[in-house]
C-alpha cells in the first residue's frame, strides 16, 4: 500500500519501536501521528519531524482517547496503517514465588488489560475508521499492525501475564483478519525477541547490550529498533501479507528465564 497522501497512526510512537517506525512511516510519505501517554517525548518527535507529523496523547484503554486519535490521523487523510506498539508494565514473578505467595490477580488482570484489551481496543477502532476509506487496487482500506513479543510464543518463568497477552495478540491476528478481510483491512503482528529500547531501563547501552546480546544467536546483539521498523514498513507496503505472526529475533528463544 502506498502512503503518500494517506495517514498513520502510531500507538506508543514515541517509544522505542514507535519512534523508529514513525519515522519510516514518515519518509515514506504518510501524515503520521504519534499518539502516546509520553506527552514530552511525542511532542518533541512531532515537532522535529515538522510537517503534518501530529502528537495526540492517547491511553490505549481509553476508548474516547483512542477514537480522538484516530480522528486527528483521518483529518490527515485516509487513515491506512496504524502499528499498535504501546508499552505497559514489566514481567512480574513466578505464580507462586519462592516465598509461598500467588501473584496477585490485579497485576495478572492489569497487564493483559493493556497488551491485550488495549491492542483489540485500538484495532477495532482503527479498523472502524478504515472500513469508510475508498477502496485503493485490490479492494485494500487499510492495515492494522500490532505488537505482540518471542514470550507470546515461549513464556519465560515468572512471565504469566506478559506471556499470557501476548500470546493472545498472536491468537487475535488470524480471526481479525478474516473478520475484517470483507473490508479489505489486513492485520499482522510482529513477535520481537530482545531490542534495545528505552523499556530497559537508563543502564549504558553497552551494558544491557552485554546481557541481552549474547543471548542471540545471529547477530549476536539485541535487535535494533529501527530493524522492527523497517519489518513494519514492509508489512504495510505488500498487500499479500496478512493474518500471521513474523518473528524478528535473530533466531533466539526463550528458555526458562
Ligand atoms: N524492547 C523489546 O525488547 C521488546 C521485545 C518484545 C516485545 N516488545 C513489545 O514492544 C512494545 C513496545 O516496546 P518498546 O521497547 O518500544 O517500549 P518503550 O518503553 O520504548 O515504548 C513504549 C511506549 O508506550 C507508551 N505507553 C505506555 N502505556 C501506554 C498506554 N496505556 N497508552 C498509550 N501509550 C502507552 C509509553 O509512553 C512509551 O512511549 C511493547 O508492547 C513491548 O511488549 C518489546
Redesign the pocket.
Given at each position: 500500500m502506498d502512503m503518500k497522501g494517506a495517514s498513520a497512526l502510531i500507538?506508543?510512537?514515541?517509544?522505542?519501536?514507535?519512534a523508529a517506525t514513525t519515522r519510516r512511516l514518515a519518509q515514506a510519505g504518510a501524515q503520521v501521528v504519534i499518539?502516546?501517554?509520553?506527552e514530552e517525548?511525542?511532542a518533541a518527535l512531532a515537532r522535529e519531524l515538522g510537517g503534518g507529523a501530529r502528537f495526540c496523547k492517547?491511553?490505549?484503554?481509553s476508548e474516547g482517547s483512542v477514537s480522538a486519535a484516530v480522528a486527528v490521523a483521518a483529518g490527515l487523510g485516509p487513515l491506512r496503517a496504524a502499528v499498535v506498539?504501546?508499552?505497559?508494565p514489566a514481567a512480574g514473578a513466578r505464580i507462586i514465588g519462592r516465598d509461598g505467595k500467588r501473584y496477585p490477580f490485579s497485576t495478572f488482570r492489569r497487564t493483559v488489560d493493556?497488551?491485550l484489551n488495549?491492542t483489540f481496543n485500538v484495532l477495532s477502532i482503527a479498523a472502524e475508521a478504515m472500513a469508510a476509506n475508498d477502496p485503493l487496487a485490490d479492494n485494500q482500506r487499510g492495515v492494522v499492525i500490532t505488537?505482540?513479543?518471542?514470550?507470546g510464543f515461549e513464556g519465560q518463568a515468572g512471565q504469566s501475564d506478559?506471556s499470557a497477552a501476548?500470546g493472545g495478540v498472536i491468537g487475535l491476528t488470524l480471526t481479525a483478519a478474516r473478520d475484517l478481510a470483507p473490508l479489505g483491512i489486513r492485520v499482522m503482528c510482529i513477535?520481537?525477541?530482545?531490542?534495545?529500547?528505552?523499556?530497559?531501563g537508563d543502564a549504558d547501552p553497552a551494558e544491557i547490550q552485554a546481557q541481552w546480546g549474547p543471548g542471540v544467536p545471529n547477530p549476536k546483539r539485541?535487535?535494533d529498533?529501527d530493524e522492527y521498523a523497517r519489518l513494519a514498513t514492509h508489512i504495510v507496503e505488500n498487500d499479500f501479507l496478512n493474518g500471521t505472526t513474523i518473528r524478528i529475533d535473530g533466531a533466539q528463544r526463550f528458555g526458562i528465564k
Open positions: 500507538v506508543g510512537g514515541a517509544g522505542g519501536f514507535g499518539a502516546d501517554m509520553a517525548k511525542g492517547t491511553d490505549v484503554l506498539v504501546h508499552g505497559g493493556i497488551f488495549g505488537t505482540a513479543s518471542i514470550a506478559y501476548k513477535a520481537p525477541g530482545t531490542f534495545l529500547t528505552p523499556a530497559f539485541m535487535g529498533p
